[in-house]
């Protein structure tokens, strides 16, 4: 009798809910998003200001006044007669980001996490367009994609053939030029609409992930980072050794804040990574089964790029916030400032 084998389903890399649960998975989750968010951190220089022209001489004569003052300023403290510890710093650093982080997420809670969740909504849907686009998920491409729709497999196959379709064209012997141009803007009005219309089938899916993702984050606030600001003040300032940079005041000065903004992002992605993923598995788990989502939309909610955007939001919003409170001694254009010291250290 010959034994027959039995045909195996196809492999998949796609991260089922069981898989993505595990201790594991969301570690390899949290570090890839960090170094995601560090690229992202490198690559983005920020001018301050970027359509307007400066003036070489005004800005030499501000950046000696600025100096001016900094020496000033510095040689103060100096002067001080009273200096404390490292271990009383350390406390006094902890208990000013714990009370400006609390100042932040009381008061002003609702208004932060409306706009931050708002902008949350809009990145999440840039990202999964481009993700069904095979333009941006990190881990995915456009060829090992399932093709769901029949409009997506037309579009992929005539996008990924479109410059030799118009070079194609080009090549021809046509009558007129206008003619030719008319021909090639009729191909690519074409792919454009294979494009919204692939989109557009792929928005009920969309709409379920943006719920999903929204009451989860609703419940990390809530639930997990503004019951737990004390430990994250104690974890951040204890990892980020900014008391080693400390001029002797509970502040963080501009060369500790790398290090400090690292650590703050680290802790940050591990807890919402390890208070999110179980939510939404779990939700995903429970959908009926006429809103089912297709294997890439499963790889996309687990996919580094997302909590890395995440990040920048939240976290960006919150050192905006710790900048206007004094935690943070940066400069009043900290985000530009800081892309050209880079700059200036890279040359």
């Not at 019951?227 to 005041?249: H, I, M, N, T, Y």
């Not at 179980?278 to 429970?286: A, F, G, I, L, N």
């Given at each position: 009798m010959t034994n027959v084998k039995k045909p195996q389903p196809p492999s998949s890399n796609v991260p089922r809910p069981t898989r993505t649960t595990t201790g594991k998975f969301k570690a390899e989750l949290a570090a890839a998003a960090l170094g995601l968010r560090n690229e992202q951190i490198e690559a983005r220089v920020v001018y301050y200001g970027p359509d307007q022209a400066t003036s070489p001489e005004l800005d030499a004569v501000t950046d000696a006044v600025v100096a001016q003052l900094a020496a000033f300023q510095k040689a103060l403290r100096r002067k001080s007669p009273t200096r404390i510890d490292r271990q009383e710093l350390e406390i006094a650093m902890i208990r000013a980001l714990r009370e400006a982080l609390e100042h932040l997420f009381g008061s002003r809670r609702e208004s932060f996490l409306r706009f931050r969740s708002q902008e949350v909504s809009r990145r999440v849907t840039k990202l999964f367009f481009e993700s069904e686009l095979g333009s941006r998920v990190a881990r995915d491409t456009r060829g090992s994609k399932t093709i769901g729709f029949p409009v997506q497999g037309l579009y992929y196959a005539l996008a990924d053939h479109g410059a030799s379709v118009e070079r194609s064209m080009r090549e021809q012997r046509w009558a007129s030029e206008e003619q030719r141009v008319h021909a090639i803007e009729r191909f690519r009005q074409m792919l454009k609409e294979l494009r919204v219309e692939f989109l557009r089938q792929t928005t009920r899916e969309l709409e379920v992930i943006l719920e999903i993702m929204g009451r989860a984050?609703?419940?990390?606030?809530?639930?997990?980072?503004?019951?737990?600001?004390?430990?994250?003040?104690?974890?951040?300032?204890?990892?980020?050794?900014?008391?080693?940079?400390?001029?002797?005041?509970p502040q963080v000065i501009e060369s500790a804040f790398p290090a400090f903004r690292t650590a703050f992002d680290?802790?940050?992605?591990?807890?919402?990574?390890?208070?999110?993923?179980?939510?939404?598995?779990?939700?995903?788990?429970?959908?009926?089964?006429?809103?089912?989502?297709?294997?890439?939309?499963?790889?996309?909610?687990?996919d580094a790029h997302v909590y890395s955007e995440i990040c920048a939001i939240v976290c960006d919003a919150i050192y905006d916030f710790l900048h206007s409170e004094g935690f943070l001694d940066l400069p009043a254009d900290w985000r530009a400032h800081l892309g050209r010291a880079r700059d200036s250290a890279e040359t």
């Open positions: 984050l609703g419940a990390f606030f809530k639930e997990v980072l503004v019951p737990g600001l004390g430990d994250l003040a104690w974890r951040v300032v204890r990892e980020a050794r900014v008391v080693d940079e400390s001029d002797g005041r680290r802790a940050f992605l591990e807890m919402l990574i390890e208070a999110t993923r179980d939510r939404v598995d779990e939700e995903v788990s429970t959908l009926p089964g006429s809103a089912r989502l297709r294997d890439d939309t499963l790889a996309f909610l687990a």
